[in-house]
């Protein structure tokens, strides 16, 4: 066996199907890069036809496979329209990643229902729903990968954690749920950690950056994060490799969380 095709029977995607909601941008974005350029046929979910389109359009001019879905996952009747859209597009997945996610950041005293309603929506409610409906048909088939995105604070509240800490914290625990449900049918349920990674979502708070050199100095590594940090590990935990591996939170984060 060459090392390729060893490397391959590990952590090829070819013939598989993958779900990336948030694909457009950020982690999502490295994610799906990852998967597709891995060998998976990668349906990319957001809001934004024209940045999905402007990712699909690199990745296909890599050779890679990609779908998009445009899609609003911030109501019921949104996510199961997103749903719909992936089985049209693609057919049933085998892979779901969940990385679509916002961080309001208000002070807990000024969260109002609306700001709660549309958090856990987006940040958790879609990924309940979305494992709803596709895990059956994975345990059916006998393979699948839910790997879900959370944060640093699910684990410890710093920087206004508010309502996006009480929904990373579901997250974990929704990967645990599913991982009982329906890993001894072959479908396996992770989370991937990050810790502070330079994306848009927290632009404002890159424009201060003696916050962020303090934060790449609570790192173990030394620097704060970056979406292609998280290619890897999602490619493992899409992979028939990580088998064995269920209902874990991987902290990717450069030692941010070991001291
Ligand atoms: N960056 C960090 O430091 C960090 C740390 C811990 C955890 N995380 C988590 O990592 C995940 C990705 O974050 P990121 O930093 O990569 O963020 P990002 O760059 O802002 O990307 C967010 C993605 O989610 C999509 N999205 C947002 N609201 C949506 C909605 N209502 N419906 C459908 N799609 C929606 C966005 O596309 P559209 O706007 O076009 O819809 C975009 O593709 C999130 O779950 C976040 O909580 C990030």
Known sequence: MTTYDYLASLFSL???TAVVTGGSSGIGRAIAEALAQAGAHT???????????????????QGCDVSTVVADLSTRAGIHAAADGVVAAAGEPDILVNSAGINLRPHLGD???????LTLTVNLEAPFLLGQRFAPGMAARGFGRLIHISSQQAHRSF???GVYGVSKGGLESLARSQS???????VTANTLVPGFVLTPLNQRL??????????AARTTVGRNGLPEDFAGAAVFLASASSAY?????LFVDGG???H
């Open 111 to 117: 969260v109002d229902e609306a700001t709660w309603d």
């Open 159 to 161: 920087v206004d954690s």
């Open 256 to 258: 941010f969380s070991v």
């Open 14 to 16: 070819s013939g598989r």
């Open 43 to 61: 349906v990319l979910v957001a809001r934004g036809a024209d940045r999905l389109e402007s990712v699909a359009s690199g990745l296909r001019e």
């Open 180 to 186: 009982e449900a329906w890993s001894a049918r072959g």
């Open 206 to 215: 890159q424009d201060d950056t003696e916050r962020v050199a303090a934060l």
């Open 245 to 249: 591996v269920t209902g874990h939170s």
